[in-house]
């Protein structure tokens, strides 16, 4: 079967940092394309960061400059690495997965993790 796992999520202060990650099994990351998404109540789903299996990536202008997405194909997992986070980070960020694409642009993904809660807040 094919699954995503977030970890990583927690409560950190403003100007802090977390990673976050995000484990696949039963495909190889080296032939799918990672987003990252986000969500916080009366907020629109966003779409934050993509990473390509040939690394291009997308950031948001929302989090560009402060967030890096990456990959592990040892560990078959993909990071968010997430700096001078700020109160409107605050959000469940989940993972997901789509076929190797040349870019960012237009990924049907179509594997989805089951999200893992960020709290910026002093």
């Known amino acids: 079967q094919l699954h995503l796992v977030e970890s990583g999520g927690g409560l950190v202060q403003p100007g802090g940092s977390l990673r976050l990650s995000c484990a696949a099994s039963?495909?190889?990351?080296?032939?799918?394309?990672i987003g990252w998404f986000r969500q916080a109540p009366g907020k629109e789903h966003e779409g934050i960061s993509c990473?390509?299996?040939?690394?291009?990536?997308y950031y948001a202008d929302s989090v560009k400059g402060r967030f890096t997405i990456s990959r592990d194909n040892a560990k078959n997992t993909v990071y968010l690495q997430m700096n001078s986070l700020k109160p409107e980070d605050t959000a469940v960020y989940s993972c997901?997965?789509?076929?190797?694409?040349?870019?960012?642009?237009?990924?049907?993904?179509?594997?989805w993790g089951q999200g893992t809660q960020v709290t910026v807040s002093s």
């Open positions: 997901a997965a789509g076929p190797p694409q040349a870019s960012c642009s237009n990924v049907p993904y179509a594997y």
């Open positions: 039963g495909f190889t990351l080296d032939s799918a394309a």
């Open positions: 990473i390509t299996s040939d690394n291009n990536t």
